[in-house]
């Protein structure tokens, strides 16, 4: 069974709800430019794509898309040395030393996450009120790869949305390589080798 797609592009709905012959995401990009003024130029391509990666996951609904157990995905220049690092945050089930037993439950019914419509969802303040929840999270950070990201445009005038566009592809196709394997393991419900 091949691994589910822990990010992807949403192009079809970029494309259909875009504007004045242009994608939601590139109209949001030249909206928006002057949040790049920091990168024109830039020898590395990171704070670059840093930026781009900010304001596709910022539309609603996103540019990038995740995996329902993907609650969070943030990219950042690494303040040890320049390079790209990720922080992605997983909805996992509790981890095995918990589901041996429930003596430590104490019939208290504690829950895991709450499922709307099969999306990993905080659970309300009225169901906090009226039982205890323990949803188990994992924080993944990584580096990734710099190799197929575009150059960071020399200023304004330049093809910045085409750039963003490229830049953000490839740190979609890297955190997915990264994580959905993952993710896979996860859905699959069984430990790896069973």
């Known amino acids: 069974m091949p691994d589910p797609r822990a990010f992807w592009l949403d192009e079809q709905f970029d494309r259909e709800h875009g504007v004045h012959g242009r994608g939601r995401y590139e109209a949001e990009v ?3 430019i ?3 003024a920091d990168t024109w130029g830039d020898f590395a391509p990171v704070a670059f794509a840093v930026t781009s990666w900010r304001l596709a996951t910022e539309l609603s609904p996103g540019f990038v898309r995740w995996h329902r157990r993907i609650i969070s995905a943030t990219c950042a220049r690494s303040p040890w040395d320049g390079s790209l690092v990720c922080a992605v945050t997983v909805a996992s089930r509790w981890p095995a030393e918990l589901t041996w037993t429930k003596q430590w439950q104490r019939d208290r019914g504690w829950q895991n996450w709450p499922q ?5 969802t905080t659970p309300t303040e009225q169901d906090q009120t009226r039982r205890p929840y323990l949803r188990a999270l994992l924080q993944v950070e990584a580096p ?7 150059p960071a445009p020399g200023g304004p005038d330049d093809d910045v949305a ?12 890297e955190l997915n390589d990264l994580l959905a394997p993952m993710v896979g393991q996860l859905d699959a419900g069984v430990p790896a080798g069973s």
């Open 30 to 32: 030249l909206r928006r």
């Open 34 to 36: 002057d949040e790049f």
């Open 116 to 120: 709307l419509f099969g999306q990993f």
């Open 144 to 150: 990734v790869p710099l190799d197929d990201l575009p």
């Open 162 to 173: 085409a750039a963003a566009r490229r830049a953000v592809a490839v740190l979609a196709r």
